[in-house]
């Protein structure tokens, strides 16, 4: 066996352990700026980093729903999304710590008083694959 087949075989093997998230993101206003947005890992923070970040350009646009695909393992996730409408990289926030730009979560969540957490916002991705639905607001 040569090494060019081991590595083709290990590559082809772990491929075929990933399934296809689509997620829709409606209520999209605004055509500049991006939409920032990432799927979150069982066991991981929300307030932290995604663990599969993705930035989606917004100028030019016209639709007020953009679908993204990520490739996954199957397994628990949530999923988190804002329009940075100036770019500057981060969610901006009034006084009292709630955001000034549109947000989402999977499973619509909407927090009242504080962050939500995985658990809020998880759902399962099955192996043949899961469409999720994300309204910004």
């Given amino acids: 066996m040569n090494f060019s087949f081991l590595v083709l075989f290990w590559i082809?093997?772990?491929?075929s352990n990933e399934t296809t998230l689509t997620v829709?993101?409606?209520h999209i206003k605004a055509t500049k700026g991006t939409i920032r947005m990432g799927v979150y890992k069982k066991g991981s923070s929300l307030s932290g980093n995604p663990d599969y970040p993705h930035i989606?350009?917004?100028?030019g646009r016209s639709a007020d729903t953009e679908r993204v695909t990520f490739r996954l393992p199957p397994g628990r996730y949530a999923f988190a999304a804002y329009h940075?409408?100036?770019?500057?990289?981060k969610l901006d926030k009034n006084?009292?710590?709630?955001?000034?730009e549109?947000?989402?979560f999977s499973n619509n969540f909407r927090p009242v008083l504080s962050a939500p957490s995985f658990e809020d916002c998880a759902f399962d991705l099955a192996d043949g694959g899961t469409t999720i639905k994300v309204k910004l607001k």
């Fill in 84 to 89: 940075d409408a100036n770019n500057n990289e």
């Fill in 56 to 59: 989606l350009p917004l100028s």
């Fill in 12 to 15: 082809t093997a772990a491929m």
């Fill in 95 to 100: 006084l009292v710590g709630y955001p000034k």
């Fill in 24 to 26: 829709e993101i409606s």
């Fill in 102 to 104: 549109p947000f989402g």
